[in-house]
């Protein structure tokens, strides 16, 4: 699969929006190839995972966060779902999966209805090897400060308002993929 000409199709235009999309997707890809390096024993589908990592926004574009380019009418924690479905429409599934669940470190059903979130009352959080690994990495960037990278103690404070399970799940990554 060409990413590229997926994101080109989504984004023609080389704007703002555009320019900071790639530059994080690119930060995670990287950090995700890293992890495959380091962790051959994990035998993680390395090309999938650099796919997925530079897919996982797609869906960015139809939300509503000007801070970040975004102009669209969407509540922001829909991205995931709005990316896995172009994703799904385009013919991968797999990519989809993982726009879907990088959300936080995944978000269960009871959290969805606990927290009236504007989503489908289902799982999304990450199961193979290679979701866990983008959602992960996805922690370590954020788009509204593009050019800090956070260590994994920072990363795990700020999911700390998300709830302690999170922080948890995040740490046994950090040993995992580090």
Known sequence: MDY???ID????????????????????ADKCILACERHPEL???????EEAAMLHDIGIRWCHA????????????RHGLIGGE??????????ARVCER?????????????????LPEEDFTPE???EQLV???????????????????????????FGLEGVEKFLEWAKKFE
């Open 4 to 6: 590229k000409i997926l």
């Open 9 to 28: 199709k989504y984004y023609p235009e080389d704007d703002d929006l555009k320019a900071l999309l790639m530059k994080h997707s690119r930060q995670v």
């Open 43 to 49: 035998q993680l589908d390395r090309a999938f995972v």
């Open 66 to 77: 000007p801070g970040i380019f975004c102009e669209g009418e969407e509540p922001y924690i």
């Open 86 to 95: 172009i994703l799904r429409k385009e013919g991968f599934p797999q990519h």
């Open 102 to 118: 990088h959300t936080g470190t995944g978000l269960t059903r009871e959290q969805i209805i606990r927290q009236n979130l504007p």
């Open 128 to 130: 193979t090897l290679e």
């Open 135 to 161: 959602c992960y990495a996805d922690k370590f960037f954020s788009k509204s400060h593009p050019d800090r990278v956070l260590s994994v103690a920072d990363a795990a404070r700020s999911l700390e308002k």
